[in-house]
């Protein structure tokens, strides 16, 4: 079974600091998604990345793919009250069913105080 | 194009009772997906579909029944709701996936949050 752990769970900051969120497992992934969900709202796709080592940056916002595909981050830099939200990863299943199956990770819940 | 919606958006039910949600996507993509989201628990699914008239089991689809009979939409069936049905619901949708550099992005509905009493 493949699992995600996501860390920290929850993350209470001031507007300017910069923050980590972590996206780790003991299995390998095709792909690696970061999804942001506000209140009342469905997930929203952040960005995918495919690759080992792979970086891609938006905006404030960097996002890694570990080498052996197994692990993931997301950097912001000098957070923002517009960055507050849940931030979920999502890994893509290597088996040949996948059939488009994302394992999630349970999230981490960013308060970005002004 | 309104991409994927849901309804209804809330709704309170009795033990017992039974309803449908619906989702529909105005991107003729060909997979949809039901997942359910719990504090502490994160996304899980419940039932998917690769096309039009074929569903499949997800993690967690005990008590749950859902039907594919036109490819912009998906149907979530609960025959009779139990408190541990109480949720937030979620339905999305995405393009096929690809052999090799799999990009499985999904697109996701507002949610239906649903109160089994």
């Known amino acids: 079974t493949q699992l995600l752990e996501q860390s920290p769970q929850f993350l209470s900051i001031q507007e300017g600091e910069n923050l980590t969120v972590y996206c780790n497992s003991s299995s390998v992934f095709s792909s690696l998604q970061w999804y942001r969900q506000e209140p009342g709202e469905g997930p929203v796709l952040l960005v995918t990345v495919v690759t080992g080592g792979e970086v891609k940056k938006l905006k404030r916002l960097t996002f890694q793919f570990g080498d052996a595909r197994k692990d993931s981050s997301l950097h912001i830099t000098a957070a923002q009250p517009g960055d507050t939200g849940l931030y979920l990863c999502?890994?893509?299943?290597?088996?040949?069913?996948?059939?488009?199956?994302?394992?999630f990770g349970k999230g981490t819940k960013l308060s970005v105080k002004p | 194009n309104a991409g994927v919606t849901q309804t209804p958006k809330f709704r309170v039910l009795k033990t017992g009772q039974s309803m449908t949600l619906l989702c529909a996507q105005d991107m003729n993509h060909e997979y949809m997906y039901w997942y359910r989201q719990d504090p502490g628990m994160g996304l899980r699914l419940i039932h998917y579909s690769v096309g039009e008239g074929t569903t499949a089991k997800g993690e967690v689809p005990d008590g749950y029944n859902v039907s594919r009979l036109k490819k912009q939409n998906f149907l979530l069936g609960l025959e009779s709701a139990a408190p541990s049905q109480t949720s937030v619901y979620f339905c999305?949708?995405?393009?096929?996936?690809?052999?090799?550099?799999?990009?499985?992005?999904?697109?996701f509905g507002p949610g239906t949050r649903l109160t089994v009493l």
């Open positions: 999502a890994g893509g299943r290597v088996d040949g069913g996948s059939q488009g199956n994302l394992i």
């Open positions: 999305a949708s995405s393009y096929s996936a690809k052999t090799g550099a799999v990009n499985n992005e999904q697109f």
